[in-house]
């Protein structure tokens, strides 16, 4: 079915050649659609498309040889059907080859092309929207997860009496991640160096400068206030309106984790900062890219920073040679690398995991300080009346910050407080990067999450 669908669009497919361009999307497309058989170009070429579409819901008419956009003009309608079905096509090889996370990546990239065809009304057939559909829920309906993989094996946490100092400066940006962070160290009875408090100069949603024409101390405090709120937003709605939801996930999370209700409770309360550390710097800014951000990174002594969120880390900050960047990503590397790792480690995997690493340029990549699959747990709620952006949510705020706590608590047992840490190399050979998920594909993933009850 699908080959007759590529012949039919490839017969109707014939924009003109762009002059001078490095990748002609479309002619790319087209020369791929008319081959009889696919060898490692056209194999390439797909992997290409499936990640372009992945990243930003459609295809441009030429990219660059870094891969990235040659302009902002969008490849045709046709030949991005015609796109679309190669990229089906290709899934069904991977899922025929049991290249199973591939197979997963390509439906990514299907289901999200189909979205922006759909938005922009192009006609296409009902049995071609049908079809990919249906592949779409047969693919999770039909694929046998493999057995999860067992827990890591650490020591037992067991909090001991008094205070000591951990040598890390944290790079606190406000949030569930950052919250989380600093409770659990609180409740390891560690307390770090240095805490530098990064406060938004630009409001998060519109982007725009906040209380610019304010005093210096007036403006740093509502704009902190003004992050706070923004961020926590959601996590407040759902602690109201979704209760049941809220209770079970941070049961599950308590449980099966280890987190006390004292340590939950404390990264929801977003005490001062005082709390944690008697060292507290607050830096305006308006990105990690902001120049007073690597200026005063640039001042510190030898040290290792905690990095807690608030966007891409620029190369010019991990060049600093005297620091070292440690992060906690939800997955475990380099099996598991990129965006919604939470959701595509419970899907693919059939358990979460994180990974502590040294941060270096590039998407997760640097020496990994501890990696760890995480205990099996389900929700037990009743999710069948909650909206699914709200479940998605719920994830983000209640799920994803503990599941890093716990990989960072791990860490900092087997390292001795980070003064003894044996980091080793990524290797490349298992390495998948995964994007953000489409709707359909969270679905499959929250359906192995919550727990239905009856």
């Not at 890219?289 to 190369?315: C, H, M, N, W, Y």
């Not at 502590?356 to 747990?377: E, Q, T």
């Amino acid at each position: 079915m699908i080959d007759r669908y590529i012949s039919r669009y490839l017969s109707i497919t014939a924009p003109a050649p762009l002059e001078g361009a490095y990748f002609d999307t479309a002619a790319k497309v087209i020369a791929c659609a008319g081959q009889d058989e696919w060898g490692a170009a056209e194999f390439g070429l797909l992997a290409f498309l499936g990640k372009r579409v992945e990243i930003s819901s459609c295809l441009y008419g030429s990219y660059l040889s870094s891969g990235r956009r040659a302009s902002t003009e969008l490849m045709g309608d046709a030949p991005s059907t015609l796109a679309l079905l190669l990229l089906m096509k290709d899934m069904t090889r991977l899922v025929q080859a049991r290249s199973f996370a591939e197979a997963a990546k390509r439906l990514n990239a299907v289901l999200k092309l189909l979205d922006f065809l759909r938005e922009r009304s192009v006609d296409l057939e009902q049995d071609l929207v049908g079809f990919v559909q249906a592949a779409a829920g047969n693919f999770f309906t039909g694929y046998i997860r493999p057995s999860p993989p067992s827990a890591t094996s650490v020591p037992l946490f067991a909090k001991g009496s008094g205070e000591s100092t951990l040598p890390l400066t944290v790079l606190f940006w406000e949030g569930p991640i950052a919250r989380a962070y600093l409770a659990t160290l609180k409740d390891m009875g560690l307390v770090p160096e240095r805490i530098i408090q990064l406060i938004s100069a630009k409001d998060l949603a519109s982007k725009k400068p906040v209380g610019r024409l304010l005093p210096h101390g007036l403006r740093l405090a509502y704009a902190q206030s003004r992050q706070r709120n923004s961020i926590h937003y959601w996590s407040g709605v759902l602690q109201r309106t979704e209760a049941n939801l809220y209770r079970g996930m941070r049961k599950e999370v308590e449980n099966a984790f280890g987190f006390s209700s004292e340590v939950i409770d404390d990264a929801l309360a977003l005490r001062d900062l005082k709390e944690y550390s008697a060292n507290i710097e607050q830096l305006l800014v308006d990105d990690l890219g902001d120049e007073r951000l690597l200026a005063r990174l640039a001042s510190l002594p030898d040290s290792q920073i905690l990095f807690t969120g608030g966007g891409i880390v620029p190369k010019t900050l991990l060049e600093l040679q005297h620091l070292k960047f440690i992060h906690v990503h939800p997955g475990f590397l380099p099996d598991v690398r990129g965006a919604d790792c939470a959701l595509w480690s419970q899907l693919m995997k059939g358990c979460t995991s994180a990974t502590c690493f040294y941060m270096a340029p590039g998407l997760d990549d640097g020496d990994v300080i501890h990696p760890a699959w995480l205990p099996v747990l389900r929700f037990r709620t009743d999710t069948a009346a909650i909206e699914q952006k709200s479940l998605y949510r719920a994830v983000y705020a209640f799920f994803d910050p503990w599941v890093r706590a716990t990989v960072l608590r791990q860490a900092i047992l087997l390292s001795d407080g980070f003064t003894k840490i044996k980091a080793t190399s990524q290797t490349e050979e298992n390495s998948v990067t995964y994007h953000f998920m489409h709707e359909l594909i969270q679905r499959a993933a929250f359906e192995t999450l919550f727990q239905k009850v009856d």
